[in-house]
């Protein structure tokens, strides 16, 4: 059998950046501690989520690559021996542009893989734009060998899973397993006029898993952060659409799953969305 087992990391975050550091080795570790290979952090792990306002102030939060926050992610990774899909963080880029990025390390603490974010939000409390460009690398996949084991793994960030196109492309190079890192939730007018919004999140996300017939991990934050109250509820979610694994809505979590490939291929051989694509009727979607 094919079996890999994954950790998701959901915490409250804090204005102390090195405090959310010690809380989220601490978490990793645990993870490892409980078997997991892979371990995924939330979107902009080590800060809160600035983004709920426009301030020239919180440019100074971005950093280059190597910096404190790609240090200590390569730390994680090389002493729990996992391999780790660092969430994301505010990268300033070798070009002088600011991007929201995945970096991925091996178990030797080496980065083997980045991706920035591609759709940027810029709606009430999501005010991303202002802060980031949307990113320039294409969607990247990362084939693994755990142990006996094999998968390619593809990270998207956050407001990416609303985008059937992004979990369609990384489903047709192979991916197995999309991570989301995220941070998403509720503001008082979202949760008056929407308060189906945490399960809409959810359904998004197992259409995408059943729709292409591979696994999704979705990690989101927890606790009140000015306007916003993160709704966590972080999950992996089968290539049936099923929940295999879910954290709570209210409080910091490892949540730690084995997920077995196999059912990949029966999803996929089944049901045949991929193979029955007809292609040369789609050109729409790229116009």
Not at 5 to 34: H, P
Not at 77 to 93: C, D, H, P, Q, R
Not at 182 to 193: E, R
Request: with cysteine; aromatic share 12%; charged share 25%.
């Amino acid at each position: 059998m094919n079996k890999v087992k994954i950790g998701l990391i959901q915490t409250a975050v804090s204005n102390d950046i090195g405090g959310n550091l010690k809380k989220t080795a601490k978490f990793i570790k645990e993870a490892a501690k409980k078997g997991a290979q892979i371990v995924c952090l939330q979107e902009l792990f080590a800060t809160r989520y600035f983004a709920q306002v426009e301030d020239k102030k919180f440019f100074a939060l971005a950093e280059k690559i190597p910096g404190k926050i790609t240090n200590f992610l390569s730390h994680c990774a090389k002493e729990n021996k996992i391999t780790l899909v660092g969430g994301s963080f505010y990268e300033k880029g070798e070009d002088g542009k600011y991007y929201n990025t995945t970096l991925i390390f091996d178990s030797a603490g080496k980065i083997i893989s980045k991706y920035r974010k591609v759709h940027i939000p810029h709606d009430p409390n999501y005010y991303e734009q202002y802060y980031f460009v949307p990113g320039n690398l294409g969607f990247v996949q990362v084939p693994l060998t755990l142990g006996s084991s094999q998968i390619k793994i593809a990270p998207l960030i956050c407001y990416d899973q609303w985008f059937p196109e992004a979990a369609r492309a990384n489903a047709l190079k192979g991916t197995q397993l999309i991570f989301y890192p995220t941070a998403i939730g509720w503001f008082d007018k979202l949760k008056k006029h929407e308060p189906f919004s945490a399960k809409r999140w959810e359904n998004a996300m197992r259409g995408h898993a059943s729709m292409n017939g591979i696994f999704v991990a979705a990690v989101n934050r927890v606790g009140k952060e000015d306007k916003m109250q993160f709704w966590g509820s972080s999950f992996i979610a089968d290539p049936y659409g099923e929940v295999v694994a879910r954290a709570s809505s209210t409080t910091e979590q490892v949540l730690v799953a084995e997920i077995d490939l196999e059912l990949i291929v029966h999803s996929q051989e089944g049901w045949g969305f991929l193979r029955n694509r007809k292609p040369k009727q789609y050109t729409d979607l790229v116009k």
